[in-house]
Structures are given as structure tokens and as C-alpha cells.
């Protein structure tokens, strides 16, 4: 057997057992769902107790909702949304409730980045988008990644849903574009929408190239921001999950970008690879400041990922780069869990599963971590609006 039918077999294999894995997980036409919310989760979520929210449900002042047999409400991301519009009417601070753009706030674009695979940008990217939708924002996840990890997370199968068209290639390439709106997918989570990627975005790499040598307008670095100013009235947070490299792909979403987490494991092999990143990625910034696209950021952040706080070597990286780089580091971390990687091995995450699969402590240790490190970027998200912590 020739090697590319070699390569041809073992793919159409893996992509095979994938897909019953898939309709395993979830449902017989492979599809995702989200789960509700107990009363518990929701009041967590907008800042209130539980008697003051059974009060509202009471007066009326929120949707009925129905009961189980043992009086318990639970809640759609779809009924938490219009708790959260209700509560807002009439309230001291309806910023609490929907924190999200008004008149004047512009689109704010947060791009997850690394030079190394393994640094939990994808982690990072999709917990970060949900919990925005969660916390009241209108979220678009845009995949920059032609491996599709986010993709593929949000229940899609890039290599066979997007395998020729659908992706955000299709919006971004040079020859006869889509319009960005018409490659953006509704998913199952409520407000949080996904621009798609696949292979073919790897093709924008080799025809950037050709486009600079032809001179083809509008520029690579102006694309993405192009295709997001079509969108832009319908969000108030984009999530971009940037690939493991510093290539045009990455520099596209850079200079769209309006705030930066660079995830980074903290041990020195991850550390010494993102100095080169940096060093890179300064070059390249230069260039294209030098053709007058120099970005502008309201924030360039570090995320600490994978962090292990009682493990003496990621603790003692973890100092040294507060030290080197101090309020540029988040103040949270996101923690390496065995629930998090459990969760992802029927691709999902925290907010998908149930608590009750998982040791109690595990579960809420590492949702307590994911919350911190968002609540931390929600801070910035405010502080670019020009609002205090909402």
C-alpha cells in the first residue's frame, strides 16, 4: 500500500470511530444539547439568594417555570437569559443583569494565543465564550485554528461538515469571499454563536503570501476586522482561538483584536518557547506597524494554564513570572483538573456536564478557577467600556 493511502485508510478509519463516538455521547443524529441549570446555579450566576429569586418567581415577576416532582425549577441558558432582561427592568444597577454593550461601547475582540501547542488556548477560548453567554454577553467564538478543536468542541465535524465550504476561510480567502454573517452557525448554547473552522483555512496561509506579492486588496491584516464590522451590531464579546503558531492566520486575528490572553503552562520548557513567541511576534507587529495597522489593544494579558499550586516547580515558575512581568499576568489561574480533561473526552466542558458526575470538590475546584480567571476578563471587558466592575 502506498503511503498516501496509507495515511487516506487510517483517516477515514479514525473519522469513522469518531463519529459513533459521537452519537454515543450525545443523541442518535449526533447533536449537542445543553443541559439546564438548578435554581442554585442560576442565582450563582446573577449575583442573588435563592429565597429573593422563589420571591420573584412568586410576585410573577419572572417566567414560569415548570416543577419536578420534588418542587425543584431548573432553567434553559434561554430562561436564564430572560431572568437576567427581567431582573433588569426597574433595577439600581440593571448593568448587573445584562452587562453587555450599550450605545457607544465598541465590539470588543479577544483573541486566545501561544507559539505552542499544549498551552490550553482551546480550553481556555471555549470555557471563556460560554461563560460570557452565561454571565449575560452576546458571544461569537471564531475559530482561527484549521485542526478545529473549537469546532469540534461546539459538536460539529469539521472534516465532514466543512470539508469544501462553511468555514470562516470561505469569508476570509481572497477570491470571491462570502459575507461573514453567512459563515456564522447557531449552536445550542444560548447567545453564543461560532464562525467554523476546517482544513481549508490552512489554504489562507500559502494565499496571503500570493496576495502580498500581487498586491491583492483589502490586506491580510484588515480581513478579519472587515468580516467582524459585519457582524458587529449582533455581539458585544468576540472569542478567538488563534492556531499553535505565529503565521499570517494568527497575525489576522491579532491585528482584529482588541485584547490579547496569552495562555502559557508554567514550566520552563513553555516559558522558554513563549519568549521566542513574544520575540517573534514583536518583529512581526513591527512590520505591519510599519504599513499603519498597529493594533489597538485595550489589554495584553497572560493566563496562567494547566497550573498545578501544589507542585513546587509550576509554583516556582508561576512566581518568576509574576515577577518578570507582574500586573500583566491575570491574578487567577486556570487549574490543570482531571475534570476538565474527563469533561473533554466527550468534548465538553464544565458548564455542559453534570456536577454529580464528578467528585464534588474536583468539580467545584476547577469551576470555581474558570470562573475566576473569566470574572478577571469581564473586568477588563467593563474597564475598555469605560465602566467600573460591573
Request: glycine fraction near 6%; include cysteine.
Given at each position: 500500500m502506498r503511503i498516501d493511502e496509507k495515511i487516506q485508510q487510517l483517516a477515514s478509519r479514525l473519522s469513522t470511530a469518531l463519529d459513533h463516538n459521537m452519537k454515543r455521547s450525545f443523541l442518535s443524529e449526533a447533536s449537542k444539547s445543553l443541559r439546564s441549570f438548578s435554581s442554585a446555579e442560576v442565582t450563582e450566576l446573577l449575583g442573588i439568594s435563592q429565597p429573593y429569586l422563589r420571591k420573584l418567581h412568586l410576585e410573577g415577576r419572572l417566567p414560569q417555570l415548570e416543577s419536578d416532582n420534588r418542587g425543584r425549577r431548573h432553567y434553559t441558558a434561554t430562561d436564564i437569559w430572560e431572568t437576567r432582561k427581567a431582573l433588569a427592568i426597574g433595577a439600581r444597577n440593571p448593568r448587573q443583569f445584562r452587562p453587555g454593550r450599550t450605545p457607544g461601547d465598541a465590539l470588543q475582540v479577544i483573541s486566545?494565543?501561544?507559539?505552542?501547542?499544549?498551552?490550553?488556548?482551546?480550553?481556555?477560548?471555549v470555557h471563556l465564550a460560554q461563560?460570557?453567554?452565561?454571565?449575560?454577553?452576546?458571544?461569537?467564538?471564531v475559530d482561527m485554528d484549521p485542526q478545529a478543536s473549537l469546532t469540534t468542541m461546539f459538536g460539529f465535524r469539521p472534516e465532514i461538515e466543512f470539508?469544501?465550504?462553511?468555514?470562516?476561510?470561505?469569508?476570509?480567502?481572497?477570491?470571491?469571499?462570502?459575507?461573514?454573517?453567512?459563515v456564522v452557525k447557531k449552536t445550542y448554547f444560548h447567545n453564543l454563536d461560532l464562525a467554523p473552522a476546517g482544513l481549508l483555512l490552512s489554504e489562507y496561509e500559502t494565499e496571503t503570501a500570493h496576495a502580498l506579492h500581487h498586491n491583492l486588496h483589502p490586506?491580510?491584516?484588515?480581513?478579519?476586522?472587515?468580516?467582524?464590522?459585519?457582524?458587529?451590531?449582533?455581539?458585544?464579546?468576540?472569542?478567538?482561538?488563534?492556531?499553535?503558531?505565529?503565521?499570517f492566520i494568527t497575525l489576522t486575528a491579532l491585528v482584529a483584536s482588541t485584547g490579547v490572553l496569552v495562555t502559557v503552562v508554567p514550566s520552563m520548557l513553555d516559558v522558554a518557547s513563549m519568549a521566542q513567541f513574544l520575540q517573534l511576534a514583536s518583529s512581526l507587529m513591527t512590520t505591519i506597524a510599519d504599513v499603519g495597522a498597529t493594533p489597538d489593544w485595550h489589554f495584553m494579558k497572560f493566563l496562567l494554564t494547566r497550573f498545578e499550586p501544589n507542585d513546587a516547580p509550576?509554583?516556582?515558575?508561576?512566581?518568576?513570572?509574576?515577577?518578570?512581568?507582574?500586573?500583566?499576568?491575570?491574578?487567577?489561574?486556570?487549574?490543570?483538573?482531571?475534570?476538565?480533561?474527563?469533561?473533554g473526552l466527550t468534548q465538553q466542558t464544565l458548564f455542559e456536564v453534570n456536577r454529580s458526575d464528578f467528585t464534588r470538590q474536583t468539580y467545584d475546584r476547577a469551576l470555581e478557577s474558570i470562573g475566576g480567571v473569566v470574572k478577571e476578563v469581564e473586568t477588563l471587558i467593563q474597564a475598555a467600556w469605560g465602566r467600573k466592575e460591573s
Open positions: 486566545v494565543a501561544n507559539f505552542k501547542g499544549g498551552a490550553g488556548k482551546t480550553t481556555t477560548a461563560k460570557l453567554a452565561l454571565d449575560g454577553y452576546r458571544v461569537l467564538a470539508s469544501e465550504s462553511g468555514t470562516v476561510y470561505d469569508a476570509l480567502r481572497y477570491d470571491s469571499p462570502l459575507l461573514f454573517r453567512d490586506p491580510f491584516y484588515q480581513r478579519l476586522a472587515l468580516c467582524l464590522a459585519d457582524v458587529e451590531a449582533d455581539y458585544d464579546v468576540v472569542v478567538i482561538d488563534c492556531p499553535p503558531q505565529l503565521g509550576s509554583a516556582q515558575m508561576a512566581a518568576f513570572l509574576r515577577t518578570m512581568f507582574k500586573d500583566d499576568v491575570l491574578t487567577q489561574t486556570f487549574l490543570k483538573s482531571s475534570a476538565v480533561s474527563d469533561a
